[in-house]
Each structure stands twice: as C-alpha cells, then as structure tokens.
Nanobody, 127 residues
Framework: QVQLVESGGGSERPGGSLRLSCVAS????????LGWFRQAPGEEREFVAA????????GYADSVKGRSTISRDDAKGTVYLQLNSLKPEDTAVYYC????????????????????WGRGTQVTVSS
C-alpha cells in the first residue's frame, strides 16, 4: 500500500508563501487521485485541494481558491501544494491523501473518499 510523507510546513507571516510536499512510496503514484486536507485545533478535517489521477482535473476549497495550486510530479512520486497570500486562518495541520483513481479525470473532496493518509505537517501563520 502507498505510504505518504508530508513536508514543507513551518511558521510564516501573513502574506507569505509556503510549498508543501508529499512523497508517496510503495506504490505507483500515477494510479492515485490525490488530495490535501487540513485540520485546525478543535475543528473537523476540511478539504483544501485535490487533483485527478492524470493531473487533468483539480479542485480547490473556496477558502484557498485563487491563492493556491496543487500539482503532481509522478516521476518524483510527489504532490505539491503551493499556498500564497497566507492568512492566520490557514493555520492547521495539513495532510495529503491518496485513493486509487478509477477514472482519469475524477478528484475527490471528501475525506472519506481517501484510503491512504500521511501524518501531516504543521503550518502556522502569525505575525
């Protein structure tokens, strides 16, 4: 089964940028649709961005739309989340997730659709 390890989190000031990475191992990444979710203390895990197996389709939560980009590099077994114009409300633990993609252009926005999860990377946005 695929294993996922996130990195790239840290502390950043409002308005700054971060690029999160998630490396997949023990699986062929091109078989999987991928997503990023986040969870703030006391809150439920929420959708951030997702990309289809082929990378041809992607979707974003309204809260990050226009200032984030999800991308994948299957040769490197890595999915990225670029976050720009960071806000304090972006503070959360960010998780990447994977599920076998049975179609080329489907991505998933609900946590329950994903089978594999990383352990998360903390993002803190504060002045």
């Amino acid at each position: 089964q695929v294993q996922l390890v996130e990195s790239g989190g840290g502390s950043e000031r409002p308005g700054g940028s971060l690029r999160l990475s998630c490396v997949a191992s023990r699986g062929r990444m091109s078989d999987y649709a991928l997503g990023w979710f986040r969870q703030a203390p006391g809150e439920e895990r929420e959708f951030v961005a997702a990309v289809s197996r082929t990378g041809g389709e992607s979707g974003y939560a309204d809260s990050v739309k226009g200032r984030s980009t999800i991308s994948r590099d299957d040769a490197k077994g890595t999915v990225y989340l670029q976050l720009n114009s960071l806000k304090p409300e972006d503070t959360a633990v960010y998780y990447c997730a994977a599920v076998l993609g049975y179609t080329d252009f489907t991505y998933y926005i609900v946590p329950g659709a994903y089978r594999y999860w990383g352990r998360g990377t903390q993002v803190t946005v504060s002045s």
